[in-house]
């Protein structure tokens, strides 16, 4: 492929993630790796079509991989995945559960798995808060 036409169709990528469709962000960076394969044939290297693929299929999952949460997290103001501070939100036990017992809460909407870290048993529809989150499991304690 020629050099403009990598470039024209990273443009196009972009310019349609940020005005039409909502990708999360995975169109600018496969745009982004486009734009870098037609540069590289811009600068006068001449690949093959193989390898001009091969270049932009590598430029895509790095750049992706390197840069697109922190990207996407500053220009969204949101954070990916399960990152944000949950620390003494509150949360309501579905079942009864021992002092250092797992069960189960809902927070958010959902279904969550929990451990209760406190001293005191806890009974079912009591509401408790969160002390700690590891993972997708939230430490919890009477309130």
Request: glycine share 10%; hydrophobic share 55%.
């Amino acid at each position: 492929m020629v050099w403009w036409g990598w470039i024209v169709i990273g443009l196009a990528l972009m310019i349609a993630e940020l005005a039409a469709v909502d990708a999360a962000f995975y169109l600018v960076f496969v745009g982004l790796a486009a734009v870098l394969t037609g540069l590289v044939g811009f600068a006068g290297i001449d690949l093959p079509i193989a390898a001009q693929w091969f270049t932009f299929a590598l430029l895509a999952i790095t750049t992706m991989v390197a840069f697109r949460n922190r990207v996407y997290a500053k220009l969204r103001g949101e954070p990916i995945g399960f990152t944000d501070q949950v620390d003494g939100r509150h949360v309501n036990v579905l079942e009864d559960v021992r002092a250092g017992g797992s069960t189960r809460v809902e927070f958010r909407g959902s279904r969550w798995n929990a451990v209760n870290v406190g001293e005191e048993a806890m009974t079912a529809g009591q509401e408790a808060v969160i002390t700690e989150a590891d993972g997708s499991l939230l430490r919890i304690k009477s309130i």
